[in-house]
């Protein structure tokens, strides 16, 4: 499995996580396997299902790993260099919902295949109106001037095009607006998992104010 900073689209959401996961962003050669969800305390409407990863990884490895990205300097390093931005990791919303769903539906489909061959009513996409928020949520951060550049170099600018498209073609895909799923801790905190009441209301007057 090719890690997604390497592959085109740069998918900024899971650029730190996946690298972890498989040991392939220094090009080493690791053993993988399905790893079940069962146990995940993340990617929790998504249980039935399982990722592929370094046979080494654990389910708590897998939870902690995708649970620290948005704060990881190295994940928002990688953003910023990819799309020629200052971006501070706060903004993304739906970003695990999203993170789970493109995991299970694309990057580890070998893994899930018969699941979803099969009746999904217990095993369902991600919600079409949270995979539009997370898609409006990074056009929005790309888009905005004041933190990524009015004039990206052209490696920068086809790197947000391509990913722009590319969340769009999952969120018309792969998504679905009925028997659908989301994270509760994003649905119920307005598609921040972790973020405070008082983190949301502050961002939500930054954005107010702009």
């Given at each position: 499995?090719?890690?997604?900073?390497?592959?085109?689209?740069?998918?900024?959401?899971?650029?730190?996580?996946?690298?972890?996961?498989?040991?392939?962003?220094?090009?080493?050669?690791?053993?993988?396997?399905?790893?079940?969800?069962?146990?995940?305390?993340?990617?929790?409407?998504?249980?039935?299902?399982?990722?592929?990863?370094?046979?080494?990884?654990?389910?708590?490895?897998?939870?902690?790993?995708?649970?620290?990205?948005?704060?990881?300097?190295?994940?928002?390093?990688?953003?910023?260099?990819?799309?020629?931005?200052?971006?501070?990791?706060?903004?993304?919303?739906?970003?695990?919902?999203?993170?789970?769903?493109?995991?299970?539906?694309?990057?580890?489909?070998?893994?899930?295949?018969?699941?979803?061959?099969?009746?999904?009513?217990?095993?369902?996409?991600?919600?079409?109106?949270?995979?539009?928020?997370?898609?409006?949520?990074?056009?929005?951060?790309?888009?905005?001037?004041?933190?990524?550049?009015?004039?990206?170099?052209a490696a920068q600018s086809d790197a947000r095009?391509?990913?722009?498209?590319?969340?769009?073609?999952?969120?018309?895909?792969?998504?679905?607006?009925?028997?659908?799923?989301?994270?509760?801790?994003?649905?119920?905190?307005?598609?921040?998992?972790?973020?405070?009441?008082?983190?949301?209301?502050?961002?939500?007057?930054?954005?107010?104010?702009?």
């Amino acid at each position: 499995m090719m890690p997604f900073g390497l592959r085109t689209p740069v998918v900024a959401v899971l650029l730190h996580v996946t690298g972890i996961l498989t040991g392939g962003r220094h090009g080493l050669h690791v053993v993988s396997m399905c790893l079940p969800l069962a146990n995940t305390s993340v990617c929790t409407p998504w249980q039935q299902g399982a990722v592929n990863v370094s046979s080494s990884m654990s389910i708590r490895d897998f939870d902690m790993a995708l649970n620290a990205w948005a704060e990881s300097n190295e994940h928002i390093a990688g953003f910023n260099a990819a799309y020629g931005c200052t971006w501070d990791g706060v903004g993304i919303r739906y970003a695990h919902s999203y993170g789970c769903a493109e995991r299970l539906w694309m990057n580890d489909y070998a893994c899930n295949s018969d699941l979803m061959a099969q009746d999904d009513a217990t095993f369902r996409p991600l919600c079409t109106s949270s995979c539009q928020y997370y898609q409006a949520s990074m056009g929005r951060i790309l888009n905005d001037p004041t933190i990524c550049a009015a004039e990206p170099t052209a490696a920068q600018s086809d790197a947000r095009s391509a990913t722009l498209d590319y969340i769009a073609s999952f969120c018309a895909n792969f998504s679905r607006s009925y028997n659908c799923s989301t994270l509760p801790s994003e649905h119920n905190r307005c598609g921040w998992a972790n973020a405070t009441v008082k983190g949301i209301v502050d961002y939500c007057a930054k954005l107010h104010d702009q």
